[in-house]
């Protein structure tokens, strides 16, 4: 993706179940500006060949100036999260909430999500996406790596970052698979199982 970086579809994992995630529903990377700045040829890349519909902002408000796509095109969705342990920290359920109600929704695919990297922030709800989906946890830690063959450093399944939501995760079904546990936190966080499955019923070929 010309001049913005660590993009990806979040699809193309196989499942357990023999399914794989689905493909050109749900794309992940960087953002489009101020601090990387998108060409016109990626804006073309998002707005006509992905065909982008909803841009969701995971950075705080002062890290972004709104939106960067065309807004006929594009629905911008600001929901601004933290990574990994401040999950568990007032108010972040609530903000993690908004952005798996905007994923569940179908009429909102596809939709391209970004924090400044692509890396933690969107590593964290790509993280847990998967793991509703059902992806094996090798493939949630490989996929979360990923990101070091980006710009943005090294990202490990044994860093302290990564550690910790894992442990934030496990309060919510201490004797659950982390699939279970990711469950039990979107659900304590206001999320519905109708949602969820909607989430599901789109994201698993």
Request: charged share 20%.
């Amino acid at each position: 993706m010309p001049s913005i970086s660590n993009v990806r579809d979040i699809g193309g994992w196989p499942l357990p179940s023999g399914n794989v995630v689905s493909q050109g529903h749900i794309y992940r990377g960087s953002e489009m500006h101020p601090r990387l700045t998108i060409t016109e040829a990626g804006r073309r890349i998002l707005e006509d060949d992905l065909r982008i519909k909803t841009d969701l902002d995971l950075r705080a408000a002062d890290e972004t100036t709104g939106p960067v796509l065309d807004p006929g095109k594009v629905r911008w969705v600001s929901a601004p999260v933290l990574p990994y342990a401040h999950i568990a920290e007032a108010g972040q359920p609530e903000q993690y909430r908004q952005v798996f109600v905007v994923l569940a929704d179908p009429e909102n695919h596809p939709v391209f999500i970004h924090c400044f990297g692509g890396a933690d922030r969107a590593g964290t709800v790509a993280f847990m996406l998967g793991a509703l989906l059902g992806k094996k946890v090798e493939h949630l830690a490989r996929d979360y790596e990923l990101t070091s063959f980006s710009i943005w450093g090294i990202r490990s399944r044994y860093s302290d970052e990564f550690q910790s939501l894992l442990t934030a995760l496990r309060a919510h079904a201490p004797d659950g698979t982390v699939h279970q546990q990711v469950e039990a936190y979107l659900l304590d966080a206001g999320v519905t199982a109708a949602e969820l499955s909607s989430l599901r019923d789109t994201l698993i070929a």
